[in-house]
């Protein structure tokens, strides 16, 4: 079956589904995106998403391309078209057209696009291993809370991991791990204390780290929102990241050396559980 593509108010096959060179997106990363995940054929917690797609788009002075109730619309349209059951639904909205100045035009149109991309997101091998990540100096830019498609960095850090062998990085700032390249970090101390870097510029404020948290303080955890260092992840008795496309992923090794037992945690397993099943209970998490 061919996918069917969302492009500004149409929804058409691959091939239609193009936009102009002079799109800012394509020109100077004048864009932002958001990536929701897809089960049951189902948006998982969607309206989170599109809270800070908001807030992206105001931190850039950007319009919306269409109304939330529009965009729903479409994103759910496009879930049906393309009978996906599990996957990603990814959505990017460009300042728009116009010809090349680093000023922003005042007389361009934001544009919309959309695409879902099929992927087994539950039955994942890597979930029940565990992945291993090696640590890399953080080298993006200074405001990694707007969600732009300046990717190139951690696109960098991740093509690294894989020619080390490894499957992710994360990036270090100031001796500090900000996040994976595309996840938030976390450790578990002490058995019971979850520790992630408190949220600023430095990093994004994960849609999955908001409910992963909750979960975890509901769970009887203690949550610490403090920096920590690649030394604290090597001696941590469990690390794990979170993200749309992964919920909760087990982090078995930095730079080599093993943390805890080397196995998924408890703490990883039963909190990917939990975002699990209630990701398909509830519309909201
Ligand atoms: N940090 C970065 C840099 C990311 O790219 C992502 C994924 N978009 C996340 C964190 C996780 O965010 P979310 O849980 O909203 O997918």
Same mark, same amino acid.
Request: proline share 3%; hydrophobic share 40%; net charge negative.
């Given at each position: 079956?061919?996918?069917?593509?969302?492009?500004?108010?149409?929804?058409?096959?691959?091939?239609?589904?193009?936009?102009?060179?002079?799109?800012?997106?394509?020109?100077?990363?004048?864009?932002?995106?958001?990536?929701?995940?897809?089960?049951?054929?189902?948006?998982?917690?969607?309206?989170?998403?599109?809270?800070?797609?908001?807030?992206?788009?105001?931190?850039?002075?950007?319009?919306?391309?269409?109304?939330?109730?529009?965009?729903?619309?479409?994103?759910?349209?496009?879930?049906?078209?393309?009978?996906?059951?599990?996957?990603?639904?990814?959505?990017?909205?460009?300042?728009?057209?116009? @010809?090349? @100045?680093?000023?922003?035009?005042?007389?361009?149109?934001?544009?919309?696009?959309?695409?879902?991309?099929?992927? %087994?997101?539950?039955?994942?091998?890597?979930?029940?291993?565990?992945?291993?990540?090696?640590?890399?100096?953080?080298?993006?830019?200074?405001?990694?809370?707007?969600?732009?498609?300046?990717?190139?960095?951690?696109?960098?850090?991740? %093509?690294?991991?894989? @020619?080390?062998?490894? %499957?992710?990085?994360?990036?270090?700032?100031?001796?500090?791990?900000?996040?994976?390249?595309?996840?938030?970090?976390?450790?578990?101390?002490?058995?019971?204390?979850?520790?992630?870097?408190?949220?600023?510029?430095?990093?994004?404020?994960?849609?999955?780290?908001?409910?992963?948290?909750?979960?975890?303080?509901?769970?009887?955890?203690?949550?610490?929102?403090?920096?920590?260092?690649?030394?604290?992840?090597?001696?941590?008795?469990?690390?794990?990241?979170?993200?749309?496309?992964?919920?909760?992923?087990?982090?078995?090794?930095?730079?080599?050396?093993?943390?805890?037992?080397?196995?998924?945690?408890?703490?990883?397993?039963?909190?990917?559980?939990?975002?699990?099943?209630?990701?398909?209970?509830?519309?909201?998490?």
């Amino acid at each position: 079956m061919n996918r069917i593509f969302y492009v500004n108010g149409s929804f058409v096959d691959e091939q239609d589904a193009k936009i102009s060179v002079l799109d800012r997106g394509f020109l100077f990363a004048d864009a932002v995106y958001e990536v929701s995940s897809v089960l049951n054929g189902k948006l998982i917690d969607n309206k989170a998403h599109v809270v800070r797609l908001h807030r992206s788009l105001n931190e850039l002075g950007m319009a919306p391309p269409c109304s939330d109730e529009e965009l729903i619309a479409h994103q759910h349209r496009l879930v049906e078209l393309n009978n996906l059951k599990e996957g990603l639904l990814y959505l990017q909205v460009s300042r728009g057209v116009a @010809d090349r @100045d680093f000023a922003y035009p005042t007389d361009a149109n934001s544009s919309l696009v959309m695409f879902t991309q099929a992927k %087994q997101l539950l039955e994942t091998p890597a979930a029940n291993t565990g992945i291993n990540v090696i640590s890399v100096p953080d080298i993006r830019w200074q405001r990694r809370d707007i969600k732009t498609v300046g990717l190139l960095a951690p696109s960098m850090a991740k %093509q690294q991991a894989l @020619d080390a062998g490894v %499957q992710d990085a994360w990036m270090v700032q100031d001796g500090y791990v900000t996040e994976g390249t595309s996840n938030n970090a976390y450790i578990v101390r002490d058995d019971n204390v979850i520790q992630t870097r408190h949220l600023g510029n430095e990093i994004l404020s994960g849609i999955t780290r908001s409910a992963v948290l909750r979960f975890a303080r509901e769970s009887g955890y203690e949550v610490v929102e403090e920096p920590f260092t690649v030394e604290e992840v090597k001696a941590a008795s469990e690390a794990f990241s979170t993200s749309a496309s992964s919920f909760v992923m087990p982090v078995i090794s930095i730079d080599g050396t093993t943390i805890g037992d080397g196995k998924p945690g408890k703490v990883a397993t039963g909190l990917r559980k939990v975002y699990i099943e209630t990701a398909l209970e509830r519309e909201d998490l």
